[in-house]
């Protein structure tokens, strides 16, 4: 079946650093979607990326966090300058079309931030 | 901002019995549902949906029961079995164009063997 892959499963980082997550999203999926969940707390939407731009964001989603998809395969989450507060499992999904039939998401990458 | 909730945090149930999971939304713009199944340190899973149209969504042991009127959705699951044990989340999506997910805070099951 096919799946959406995180890379990596943990990334531990020094406050005030760059980290770069890493998805792999199903292949002929058109939508694409970052959420995180803070321990303890519900999933929440970051971004959702359609057509090379991003069609929607939250408001946790500010100028610290950016989105790319540089190739036909990868989607990427920067976050340019991490906080304490950032430390949450971040978890890439995707869709194949319109409505929300379909979604699936990565296993997650676990950020800490020290 | 909690458009979907899940007022129960836990929940335990004997193995072969039936559990109920019960989420609420107040947004009356969404107009499709989904459970999600989610085990530590793994991302979470489809389960079952429903759209806004029906009332009633059946797959195996799991069937979704929506109440529009109520913005009251309910998961069931019968039989229980151990392997069911697990977090479970609530989900809304409107008519946006992203149909971005909006999950409610989780529920524990836990299913006694």
């Known amino acids: 079946e096919p799946e959406v892959t995180q890379t990596p499963s943990h990334q531990v980082t020094q406050m005030g650093q760059e980290v770069i997550l890493r998805c792999v999203p199903i292949?002929?999926?058109?939508?694409f979607y970052w959420y995180r969940q803070i321990l303890g707390q519900k999933v929440e939407f970051l971004v959702s990326?359609?057509?090379?731009?991003?069609?929607?964001k939250s408001e946790i989603f500010d100028d610290q966090f950016s989105v790319e998809r540089p190739d036909g395969s990868n989607f990427t989450l920067k976050i340019r300058s991490t906080k304490l507060e950032d430390s949450a499992m971040y978890f890439c999904?995707?869709?194949?079309?319109?409505?929300?039939?379909?979604?699936?998401f990565g296993s997650g990458t676990r950020l800490t931030v020290v | 901002d909690q458009q979907v909730k899940q007022n129960s945090p836990s929940l335990s149930v004997q193995e072969g019995r039936i559990s109920i999971l019960n989420c609420d939304y107040t947004?009356?713009?969404?107009?499709?549902f989904l459970w999600y199944k989610k085990y530590p340190a793994e991302g979470p899973t489809f389960l079952i949906s429903?759209?806004?149209?029906?009332d009633k969504n059946e797959d195996g042991r799991f069937t979704v029961f929506l109440n529009k009127s109520a913005k009251h959705l309910s998961l069931h699951i019968v039989p229980s079995q151990p392997g069911d044990s697990a977090v479970y989340f609530c989900?809304?999506?409107?008519?946006?164009?992203?149909?971005?997910?909006?999950f409610g805070t989780g529920t524990r099951l836990t299913v006694i063997p």
């Open positions: 999904a995707s869709r194949i079309g319109q409505g929300a039939y379909g979604y699936t």
């Open positions: 292949s002929n999926h058109l939508y």
């Open positions: 990326f359609y057509n090379n731009e991003i069609s929607e």
């Open positions: 947004n009356s713009m969404f107009d499709y």
């Open positions: 429903i759209s806004s149209i029906k």
């Open positions: 989900a809304a999506s409107g008519q946006t164009g992203a149909n971005n997910l909006f």
